[in-house]
């Protein structure tokens, strides 16, 4: 097959390039290449089963149009303090002014127009001042929530609309390699993800790669097998807490999201909060190692008596050490092992007390798991210790701001985990040290999320339409 332009992966990064390109009268041929399904047919059997029952080829709540965007908690962060570097790269004027377009489309696709974090000064305040004395900083991130049922329907009539405006989506085909000649790529070799004997090639003028956070191993062992210049970035690993609603309420009710930042002693590791869920569902993500993680989901409609939030520990390595994703999936087998197979749960009073946590030790607790099927147990047996010290340390920071989050009730799921640690080097304009080869999203290491990636397939879509 032949095009102009083969983009890999319909993540948000993916999604937007195509959308710009659409939107900006492209007479240029798109392919892109999706290895799971439409956004329709992704259905997690999970609600029947009543656990993971580890979907092949692929994890449905991970993998297809939309990526993790659609069945996450569907929220856009409309800072550029919040999102990853991209701004590093092309300055925090330029991000923000890219923001605030990406969030215009994401209402004329039917986002809700209710902006949380804003409006309520004082309070802020008050939040920020527990914070300061907590030694923790608050960031103001306004934030637009879609929720995940809402998010499907939005990146549904999303796909409609670059179907019907000619981008051709491969789904259910696995991209395996470039296709290079000399220091320039000419496309992408695929293989059918449920017959890996079914291959083609698609070759194209530009392609770009936006696999996510799902595809950034694949991606660094691309980079290392081409040669295409890359660096060991930040690894995130840590656990995902959650917490009764009535804990969290007054958080909850002034900011939706509060993204808090510190530096326990004795390491001093950045430890911060991410993807807060009020009335949220913890949930279990499968990749294609068999790894289980956590994550979290936010339902517009369906809400639940518990807030659940990620806390993520920051190790960044030096030499000669180069392996950070791998390192960060050792430890996710390691506590799947321990779960056999499964998340595992602890309660925070018993982390403290140097004991695991047992099933009938849940069944009595004020905070009842929203993640049915994982494992008590302890999660400190597979969590390294500088990690395990920074996050108990963070957590009593935070029950400064939050009185009653450092309770021995709180749970704490492992492992939590994202991988987005090898940054692709790239030029401001997103070129590489492959010519015609582009690294978008989550797996450039550039964004973390879903407003960023976004911004940064909007700008991809600029440049190749000649806007840059």
Avoid at 112 to 141: F, M, N, P, T, Y
Wanted: aromatic share 8%; with cysteine.
């Amino acid at each position: 097959m032949n095009c102009d332009v083969v983009i890999v992966g319909a993540g948000p990064a993916g999604i937007f390039t195509a959308l710009e390109l659409v939107r900006g009268k492209s007479r240029k041929k798109i392919v892109m290449v999706e290895k799971g399904s439409p956004v329709q047919q992704r259905r997690c059997p999970k609600s029947l089963t009543g656990r993971c029952v580890n979907c092949k080829p692929y994890c449905h709540i991970t993998t297809g149009f939309s990526g993790a965007g659609a069945f996450s908690d569907g929220k856009l962060s409309l800072s550029c303090e919040v999102g990853g570097e991209l701004p590093e790269l092309i300055g925090e004027e330029l991000a923000q002014r890219t923001i605030e377009y990406t969030d215009g489309i994401y209402l004329e696709f039917g986002a809700d127009r209710h902006v949380e974090g804003i409006g309520a000064d004082e309070k802020v305040k008050q939040i920020r001042s527990r914070a300061i004395q907590a030694g923790l900083k608050l960031v103001d991130c306004p934030i637009r929530h879609l929720g995940t049922e809402k998010a499907q329907e939005i990146y549904l009539a999303i796909q409609e609309y670059l179907q019907a405006n000619g981008v051709e989506i491969l789904f259910g085909w696995n991209c395996e390699d470039l296709v290079l000649d000399g220091e320039e790529c000419r496309g992408v070799a695929l293989h059918k993800a449920e017959d890996p004997a079914q291959s083609m090639e698609v070759l194209a003028d530009e392609t770009v790669i936006a696999t996510g956070r799902r595809g950034a191993d694949w991606l660094e062992k691309l980079c290392a097998g081409h040669g295409i210049a890359h660096e060991p970035g930040t690894v995130d690993i840590g656990v995902r807490v959650e917490v009764r609603n009535e804990i969290m309420e007054d958080v909850n009710n002034v900011l939706y999201e509060s993204k808090l930042i510190g530096y326990p002693q004795p390491f001093k590791n950045k430890v911060r909060t991410f993807c807060q869920n009020p009335g949220g569902f913890v949930s279990q993500e499968n990749y294609d190692n068999d790894l289980a993680v956590v994550n979290g989901h936010s339902y517009k409609s369906q809400k639940s008596g518990n807030t659940n939030l990620a806390i993520l520990c920051s190790h960044h390595f030096t030499e000669p050490f180069n392996q950070p994703i791998a390192y960060a999936q050792k430890i996710g087998e390691l506590t799947n092992m321990l779960g056999d197979g499964r998340i595992l749960v602890q309660r925070f009073g018993d982390i403290l007390d140097g004991k695991r946590t047992w099933d009938k030790e849940l069944g009595r607790s004020n905070v009842r798991p929203t993640l049915p099927d994982a494992v008590a147990g302890d999660i400190t047996a597979a969590m390294p210790y500088r990690a395990m010290v920074n996050i108990i340390g963070f957590i009593q920071a935070v029950d400064h701001v939050v009185p009653g989050f450092a309770s021995v009730e709180t749970l704490l799921y492992s492992p939590e985990l994202k991988f987005y640690s090898n940054r692709v080097k790239m030029a401001r304009n997103f070129d590489t040290s492959i010519r015609k080869l582009y690294c978008l999203g989550d797996s450039s290491g550039w964004t973390r999320g879903l407003m960023m990636a976004s911004v940064m397939g909007v700008l991809m879509g600029r440049r190749l339409l000649g806007r840059e």
